[in-house]
Nanobody, 115 residues
């Protein structure tokens, strides 16, 4: 059964914005830190942002100041607001648990930033 469904990706010009959403299963969302990851072709998947159940956030240096992660526990949804996008941000973006435990990956959502 699908537990993570990402959406909101697309093609955007450099400097533009996108907002990604991740709908998670009720049984895994509320008590866990959630994270957004990305993977570009030929590169390793990396964690770009995480948010605890209490709302504390952490960001990779490459996105700090440009991306904002948030969550709506009532809707079992985590968001990633991406501003000032750069071509280097082009990747497939995935959500998952943000700690040591990872569950099955969803399909992800493609973000492509062009110039």
């Amino acid at each position: 059964q699908v537990q993570l469904v990402e959406s909101g990706g697309g093609l955007v010009q450099a400097g533009g914005s996108l907002r990604l959403s991740c709908a998670a299963s009720r049984n895994i969302f509320s008590i866990n830190t959630m994270g957004w990851y990305r993977q570009a072709p030929g590169k390793q998947r990396e964690l770009v942002a995480a948010i605890t159940s209490g709302g504390s956030t952490n960001y990779a240096d490459s996105v700090k100041g440009r991306f904002t992660i948030s969550r709506d526990n009532a809707k079992y949804t985590v968001y990633l607001q991406m501003n000032s996008l750069k071509p280097e941000d082009t990747a497939v973006y995935y959500c998952n648990l943000g700690g040591r435990v990872i569950i099955s990956w969803g399909q992800g959502t493609q973000v492509t930033v062009s110039s």
